[in-house]
């Protein structure tokens, strides 16, 4: 349940469609497995054991889309069809041609494609209508873009903006790595990747390193620049803050968890604990993050 990375995106405060609205639009694209012939399919699933599309906790939202996909690599299309091809060869006494061979691996494809695995995948989605926050558990900007896709399909009203800071998420880790300390509650750990913007594209990984020292300051001063950076805040939550304002790695510490685990005395209470602890930490978070990078710029 607890997020592990952080594609971060805005919605205007307030924007919150009824329970009966939301359930119903979702639904519209309600996840169903894939069927014999289908390579794939995505929608949305409950993201607890209660049937609801959307579980709502106050102000906060949880979502949960599955996309499922069958996997019949073409590695194996192509050797079955090429067997096919020299049997079909000698057959009828020449070489298959180009358009024989396609048509086999489509008609292999077809045959294999109902008797192929499925795996199947589920990415969280967790909003803060008052604070108008909507949050992609995904470790990429790719997956995220495949929920936000789904999300603007499904919903009649979907205002959603990408956060834009003030200052680039580059040029604050260079000034906080520069100056030795970072703003606020957070505090620098011990990784850290540097690049050079040249065409070289030179690069230093500091892991499990301490970035105080004047070797990391020497490569600012040489052209390199932060592209990650461990940081943690409040003693609450560790994190990677990337180039493109991710946020990696995320990790709750001991102490929230210890939190959520006094409240709960069953499973179902223990989602709800742990969801409350996430939900009232990120909505901290995120605004410390912004106003870490200088605020927010409303996008031109």
């Given at each position: 349940m607890w997020f592990k990375n952080l594609q971060i995106y805005r919605l205007p405060a307030g924007w919150k469609p009824s329970p009966e609205a939301l359930e119903t639009q979702l639904g519209r694209n309600r996840f169903n497995p894939c069927g014999p012939m289908d390579p794939q399919t995505k929608g949305w699933l409950p993201p607890t054991d209660e049937p609801a599309l959307a579980h709502a906790q106050g102000p906060y939202l949880l979502l949960s889309l599955a996309v499922e996909h069958k996997l019949l690599p073409s590695s194996v299309v192509n050797?079955?069809?090429q067997e096919?091809?020299?049997?079909?060869?000698?057959?009828?006494?020449?070489?298959?041609?180009?358009?024989?061979?396609?048509?086999?691996?489509?008609?292999?494809?077809?045959?294999?494609?109902?008797?192929?695995?499925?795996?199947?995948?589920?990415?969280?989605?967790?909003?803060?209508?008052?604070?108008?926050?909507?949050?992609?558990?995904?470790?990429?900007?790719?997956?995220?873009?495949?929920?936000?896709?789904?999300?603007?399909?499904?919903?009649?009203?979907?205002?959603?903006?990408?956060?834009?800071?003030?200052?680039?998420?580059?040029?604050a880790m260079t000034d906080w790595l520069a100056g030795g300390d970072a703003p606020g509650a957070f505090?620098?750990?011990?990784?850290?990747?540097?690049?050079?913007?040249?065409?070289?594209?030179?690069?230093?990984?500091?892991?499990?390193?301490?970035?105080?020292?004047?070797?990391v300051r020497q490569h600012i001063a040489a052209g390199k620049l932060?592209?990650?950076?461990?940081?943690?805040?409040?003693?609450?939550?560790?994190?990677?803050?990337?180039?493109?304002?991710?946020?990696?790695?995320?990790?709750?510490?001991d102490v929230v968890k210890e939190e959520a685990e006094k409240q709960a005395e069953n499973a179902a209470e223990q989602f709800e604990a742990d969801l409350a602890l996430m939900s009232g930490e990120f909505s901290r978070l995120l605004p410390a993050i912004v106003e870490a990078l200088g605020g927010e710029q409303p996008l031109q």
């Open positions: 050797q079955t069809a096919r091809a020299e049997e079909l060869a000698v057959q009828q006494g020449y070489p298959v041609g180009r358009k024989q061979l396609k048509e086999l691996r489509e008609r292999v494809r077809d045959e294999l494609m109902p008797r192929a695995f499925t795996r199947r995948r589920r990415t969280s989605v967790w909003i803060d209508t008052a604070g108008g926050w909507l949050v992609v558990d995904a470790s990429n900007a790719s997956k995220a873009e495949e929920v936000l896709e789904m999300l603007g399909k499904s919903l009649d009203e979907f205002p959603l903006t990408r956060l834009n800071t003030t200052m680039s998420p580059v040029a505090t620098i750990d011990r990784d850290c990747e540097l690049k050079s913007p040249v065409e070289e594209k030179a690069a230093v990984r500091y892991v499990r390193h301490t970035l105080e020292g004047d070797d932060p592209t990650r950076l461990a940081l943690t805040w409040n003693d609450r939550i560790s994190l990677i803050l990337t180039e493109k304002l991710e946020v990696k790695r995320v990790a709750f510490l």
